[in-house]
C-alpha cells in the first residue's frame, strides 16, 4: 500500500532538507518512523536538517511525537534542526509536544548483594522501632482509656469479637479437628509398634493444648482478621478518613486501634479453648478408629497427665499472640500511604509481619515456660 | 487589623524532600472568607492541612485564637474540615456522621442528637439522605455530608479543602450560596482552598496566593481587587486563565 505521505529529501549547502506532504496521522506513523530512522543514521553526513510541513494537511499526536524525536535527537548529536513552513495549528502543535525537556532522574546504580541485606537488616530495625513507638502509644491510650472509660470505643470492641471470635469459630474448628487428626494418624503407626497405642492421648493432647491450639488459633485470626484490620485501617488512612477522625476529636490509637486489640485479646483464649478441645476430639477419633483405644481411656490417660497449667499456659499465649498480631497489623494500616496500592502491600506487610512473630514468640514461650516448669 | 483569628509567622512547610513554603506570614480575620490560592502543587492542601494541625511545621509558628497551633490530642473539635474527598466514614451512616462529634462530645440524649442532625443535614439539603451510607451518594452529596458533619458541633471557624472540585455548576454555586449564608448568618470564619475562580469571586473576602517556584506568597488581598490591579504577571495569569 502506497503511503499517504509524500517525503522529499533534498541535500542543499551541506545541509539536508526534507519536505513532507499528505496525510500524518496514526496509520501512516510506522512509514514516518521507517524515514525517520533512516535520516538519523545519516545524520553525520550533514551540518542541518530542515523539515518543511508546508504541504502537510493533515497531522496528529503520534506523528508529530516522531518528528519531535527526530529533532530532540538531532540536537543531542548537535545538527540543528528546524520546522519550517508549518501552519499556525501545526506550529503550536510542535510548540507544546517539544517545550518542556524534563531533567532526567540520575539512574539509580544496581546494589550488590551485602548492600540489599544490609538495606533490609536497616528496614527490618526501623520496622520495629515503628511497631515499639506504636506499643508504647497504645499503653498510654490504654491507661487514658482507663481514667475516662466513656472515651473507649465499646461498639468496635464488641463488634471485633464477633468478627474475629463468633465469625471464626467454623474455621478454628476445621482447622484444628484436622490438625489433631493428622497428628495421631502419623503418629498412630509408630506408637502401635511399640504397643504404646494409649500415649496417642498424652501426644495429642499435650501437643494442642501447649502448642498447637494457640498458634494454629493465632495463625488462622492473622489471616482472618489481621490481614482485614490492615487493609480497613489501611483503606480509612488514604481515604482521609483517619484525620477526619482526629479532626473530630478522637485519637486513632484510641478510638481504632485498642478497641480491636482489646476485642482480640478478649476472644482469643476462648477460640483456643475451642481448638484445643476439637483437636483432641480428632486425636479421639482417631485413637479410637486405628488404635483401639476407647475415648474413655483416651480421656482417662489425658487427665493423668494434663495439668491445669498446660492449659493456661496455651491460653496466655494466646492472649499475647492475639495482642501482638492486633497491634502489628494496626500499626501498619495507619502507616499505609499511597492509594490502593498502599492499602495492599501494607496489608502483606502485615501477615508477614505478624506470622513472623508468632513464630519468634512462640519459640520464645517455649523456652521461657520450660526454664518456669522445670 | 485587629485581633485576628488565625495569625502565621515564619511558617516554613513542606515533606521530608523537599520545602513547599517558606517564611510565609498572614493573618485571618474573625468573620473572613479566605480563600488560599495557587497552581497544583504549590502547596495549598499542605498548608490546609498545618493550619488544621494534621501537620507541624518545618518553622514558624501558627496561632489560631491566640493560643498555639491546634494539636489534635483527643479534645472535643473547636472548628470543623471538610476534606476534599469528604471524607465520611464509610461504614456510618450519613446521618450517622454527622452525629459522630457530638454523640462522643456531649450528654445530649439522642432524640435531641437527631434534631440537630437533621437541622444540618436540611441546611446543606440532605434531608432525605440521612440513611444512606456514603457509599449510596454522590460526590456532591458526599461533600455536602461533610459540611454538616463540620458545621454539627457548631464551630467558629470553618476549613474547606476544594469544596466544589468536580462539582456540577448548579451544586458548585449551591455550596458557594451555603458558603456565604454560613459566613454571614453565622459569623463562620471560613477559610478554603480552592482554584474555582468564579468560587472564588463569589465568596472569598481575602485571598492569598502561594507560588510553586519561588516557595512564597505573591499576592494577598480581596481576590477582586487582584485580577483588577494585580501587576504580576504570575496573578494575572492565575485570574485570567492563561497558560505560561
Not at chain 2, 515564619?10 to 517564611?23: A, F, I
Request: with cysteine; hydrophobic share 50%.
Amino acid at each position: 500500500m502506497l503511503p499517504g505521505f509524500t517525503w522529499r529529501v533534498e541535500s542543499e549547502g551541506g545541509g539536508l532538507a526534507i519536505a513532507i506532504g499528505g496525510s500524518l496521522t496514526l496509520e501512516e506513523a510506522a512509514g514516518l518512523w521507517r524515514r525517520v530512522t533512516e535520516v538519523l543514521e545519516r545524520e553525520r553526513r550533514f551540518s542541518r536538517v530542515s523539515i518543511d510541513l508546508s504541504q502537510v494537511e493533515s497531522l496528529d499526536g503520534s506523528c508529530l511525537a516522531l518528528l519531535v524525536h527526530l529533532r530532540a535527537e538531532l540536537g543531542k548529536r548537535r545538527v540543528p534542526c528546524e520546522f519550517v513552513g508549518a501552519g499556525k495549528e501545526h506550529r503550536k502543535l510542535l510548540e507544546l509536544h517539544g517545550r518542556r525537556r524534563l531533567k532526567r532522574r540520575p539512574r539509580r546504580r544496581p546494589r550488590n548483594a551485602v548492600e540489599q541485606v544490609g538495606q533490609a537488616s536497616v528496614n527490618v530495625f526501623h520496622a520495629t522501632l515503628h511497631v515499639l513507638d506504636f506499643f508504647g502509644e497504645l499503653i498510654v491510650a490504654a491507661a487514658t482509656a482507663l481514667k475516662r472509660p466513656r472515651s473507649l470505643n465499646l461498639r468496635d470492641v464488641t463488634l471485633t469479637m464477633e468478627r474475629a471470635g463468633a465469625d471464626a469459630v467454623p474455621i478454628v474448628l476445621l482447622i484444628n479437628f484436622l490438625t489433631g487428626f493428622v497428628m495421631a494418624y502419623q503418629s498412630a503407626e509408630q506408637l502401635a509398634r511399640f504397643g504404646a497405642n494409649i500415649f496417642v492421648a498424652d501426644l495429642v493432647g499435650l501437643a494442642m493444648v501447649r502448642e498447637l491450639g494457640p498458634l494454629m488459633t493465632a495463625i488462622i485470626v492473622c489471616g482472618r482478621s489481621g490481614a482485614a484490620f490492615a487493609a480497613e485501617l489501611g483503606t480509612m488512612k488514604v481515604s482521609e478518613e483517619v484525620d477526619a477522625l482526629r479532626t473530630l476529636g478522637l485519637l486513632p490509637l484510641r478510638y481504632l486501634v485498642l478497641p480491636r486489640v482489646l476485642g482480640l485479646m478478649l476472644v482469643a483464649p476462648a477460640l483456643t479453648l475451642l481448638a484445643d478441645a476439637i483437636g483432641i476430639a480428632g486425636g479421639v477419633l482417631v485413637a479410637a478408629a486405628t488404635l483401639d483405644v476407647t475415648p474413655s481411656a483416651f480421656i482417662t490417660e489425658l487427665q493423668q497427665v494434663m495439668t491445669s497449667w498446660d492449659v493456661t499456659s496455651g491460653l496466655i499465649k494466646s492472649v499475647v499472640f492475639s495482642g501482638t498480631l492486633g497491634i502489628i497489623a494496626c500499626q501498619q494500616g495507619l502507616a499505609t500511604a499511597g492509594g490502593a496500592e498502599g492499602v495492599g502491600r501494607q496489608t502483606t506487610s502485615a501477615v508477614v509481619i505478624s506470622l513472623f512473630s508468632l513464630i519468634l514468640l512462640d519459640a520464645i514461650f517455649t523456652v521461657l515456660f520450660g526454664v518456669l516448669t522445670s | 487589623m485587629t485581633d485576628p483569628l488565625i495569625r502565621v509567622r515564619g511558617l516554613t512547610l513542606g515533606h521530608t524532600d523537599r520545602v513547599l513554603l517558606e517564611n510565609a506570614d498572614f493573618d485571618v480575620a474573625r468573620g473572613d472568607v479566605f480563600v488560599i490560592l495557587g497552581g497544583s502543587g504549590c502547596g495549598k492542601s499542605t498548608l490546609l492541612r498545618h493550619l488544621i494541625g494534621l501537620e507541624r511545621p518545618i518553622g514558624g509558628q501558627i496561632e489560631i485564637a491566640g493560643v498555639g497551633a491546634p494539636r489534635l490530642v483527643g479534645e472535643a473539635p473547636e472548628y470543623g474540615v471538610m476534606f476534599q474527598s469528604g471524607a465520611l466514614f464509610s461504614s456510618l451512616t450519613v446521618g450517622e456522621n454527622v452525629a459522630f462529634a457530638l454523640s462522643e462530645w456531649t450528654d445530649l440524649p439522642q432524640p435531641a442528637i437527631n434534631a440537630i442532625v437533621r437541622a444540618k443535614l436540611a441546611l446543606v439539603g440532605l434531608e432525605a439522605a440521612e440513611d444512606k451510607l456514603p457509599a449510596e451518594i454522590s460526590g456532591g452529596m458526599k461533600k455536602r455530608a461533610a459540611i454538616a458533619r463540620a458545621l454539627a458541633f457548631e464551630p467558629s471557624l470553618l476549613f474547606l479543602d476544594e469544596p466544589s472540585a468536580g462539582l456540577d455548576p448548579v451544586s458548585a454555586a449551591e455550596l458557594d450560596e451555603l458558603i456565604i449564608v454560613l459566613n454571614r448568618a453565622l459569623g463562620l470564619t471560613v477559610v478554603m482552598v480552592t482554584h474555582e475562580l468564579q468560587s472564588i469571586f463569589k465568596v472569598g473576602k481575602n485571598c492569598i496566593m502561594l507560588d510553586k517556584e519561588s516557595r512564597s506568597i505573591i499576592a494577598r488581598g480581596d481576590p477582586r481587587a487582584l485580577e483588577r490591579e494585580s501587576r504580576d504577571p504570575r496573578v494575572r495569569r492565575f485570574f485570567r486563565r492563561e497558560a505560561a
